[in-house]
């Protein structure tokens, strides 16, 4: 088993309900992560305490079109 080209160091920090922070290499800034419409409904999540943030599911979509 060769060893891993490129392992991230990336920390998530949980800051209240949904919504956390994720610290990524090269990046100077945190990134936000929440709920927001339909997910929020589905969990349950009022809009009108946290607002609304891009998923990790988001991300995730957003990734796979780079």
């Known amino acids: 088993m060769a060893d891993p080209a490129y392992v991230s160091h990336s920390r998530i920090e949980?800051?209240?309900g949904p919504f956390r922070?994720?610290?990524?290499?090269?990046?100077?800034?945190?990134?936000?992560?929440?709920?927001?419409s339909e997910i929020a409904e589905h969990y349950g999540?009022?809009?009108?305490?946290h607002n609304?943030?891009?998923t990790t599911i988001?991300?995730?979509?957003?990734?796979?079109?780079g």
């Open 14 to 16: 949980r800051i209240k």
């Open 52 to 54: 609304p943030h891009a």
């Open 21 to 36: 922070k994720a610290y990524l290499p090269v990046e100077s800034e945190p990134v936000s992560f929440g709920v927001h």
């Open 45 to 49: 999540v009022d809009t009108n305490v």
């Open 58 to 65: 988001d991300y995730l979509i957003a990734a796979t079109g």
